[in-house]
C-alpha cells in the first residue's frame, strides 16, 4: 500500500514570497490533516479536512496561510506571503478510522526554510 | 485541555542498554495514546498504539502500557541497537475518532555503540 506523498521534500524561499506544498494522502483516507513541525518541538496542526470540507482550522494563521482539498483526495497548503518563523517542517497525515481508533499516517514532510 | 509531556532529552545510551522514556498526559475523556518515532530526515512513523487503559502496545522490541492511573504511557525497550537512533514523540487523540493528534515536545536518542 503506497504511503502518504508530499512534494516537494525541501523549499528555500526568501521572506514575503509564497510557497505551496502539495499532499496525495493514502487511498480511501477520508480525513487529511496538515501539521507543522518547527524544530525540537512536536507538530501542531494546522487544518484538518473530512473529505473535501475543512473540519478543525482554528490554529491556522489564515491572514497569510490557506490550504484547500479539491475533491476530497489532495490538497495543498499555501503560505503568501512567508515570514521568517514559517521555516519548519509542514507534515501531511492521513486517516482511516477502525473501531472508533483514529490511526494517523503521515507523509515525509516538507521542509520550508525561510531567510 | 489535552496536553502531553514527555522527558526531556538527549537520552545517550550505549548498544543493549535499557531504555525508558517517560510520558503523561492530561485530557478529557479516555484517550488513544500513541508512540511515533522521527528517523533522521524522516517523517513520523507509527511505532505503537493503546487505545483503552491497561492495554499494552508493541511493536520491534519497544513497549509502552497505557496507565490510566498514573495517566502514562512510558516506552521502554529492554536492549537498545543503534539503529534504534531517533526522535520518539509520545502523543494522543480523544477517543471520539477524528480528531487530531496532540504531541509532546519529543525525545532525542542516541545509541552508540
Known amino acids: 500500500e503506497a504511503g502518504v506523498a508530499q512534494s516537494p521534500r525541501y523549499k528555500i524561499i526568501e521572506k514575503r514570497q509564497s510557497v505551496a506544498f502539495w499532499c496525495n494522502p493514502i487511498s480511501g483516507h477520508a480525513t487529511l490533516y496538515w501539521y507543522q513541525q518547527i524544530l525540537g518541538q512536536g507538530p501542531k496542526l494546522l487544518i484538518q479536512f473530512q473529505n473535501n470540507g475543512v473540519v478543525d482550522d482554528s490554529q491556522l494563521p489564515k491572514d497569510r496561510f490557506s490550504a484547500e482539498r479539491l475533491k476530497g483526495v489532495d490538497s495543498t497548503l499555501k503560505i503568501q506571503p512567508a515570514k521568517l518563523e514559517d521555516s519548519a517542517v509542514y507534515l501531511c497525515?492521513?486517516?482511516?478510522?477502525?473501531?472508533?481508533?483514529?490511526?494517523?499516517?503521515f507523509g515525509p514532510g516538507t521542509r520550508l526554510t525561510v531567510l | 485541555g489535552n496536553s502531553v509531556t514527555q522527558m526531556e532529552g538527549p537520552v545517550t545510551l550505549s548498544e543493549e542498554a535499557f531504555l525508558t522514556i517517560n510520558c503523561t498526559y492530561t485530557?478529557?475523556?479516555?484517550?488513544?495514546l500513541f508512540w511515533y518515532v522521527q528517523y533522521p530526515g524522516e517523517g513520523l512513523q507509527l511505532l505503537l498504539k493503546?487505545?483503552?487503559?491497561?492495554d499494552k502496545g508493541s511493536n520491534k522490541g519497544f513497549e509502552a502500557t497505557y496507565r490510566k492511573e498514573t495517566t502514562s504511557f512510558h516506552l521502554e525497550k529492554g536492549s537498545v541497537q543503534v539503529s534504534d537512533s531517533a526522535v520518539y514523540f509520545c502523543?494522543?487523540?480523544?477517543?471520539?475518532?477524528?480528531?487530531?493528534?496532540?504531541f509532546g515536545k519529543g525525545t532525542r536518542l542516541s545509541v552508540i555503540a
Open positions: 485530557a478529557t475523556g479516555y484517550p488513544s
Open positions: 502523543a494522543l487523540t480523544t477517543n471520539s475518532g477524528n480528531t487530531p493528534l496532540v
Open positions: 493503546a487505545t483503552k487503559a491497561d
Open positions: 497525515a492521513s486517516s482511516l478510522v477502525v473501531a472508533g481508533v483514529d490511526t494517523q499516517y
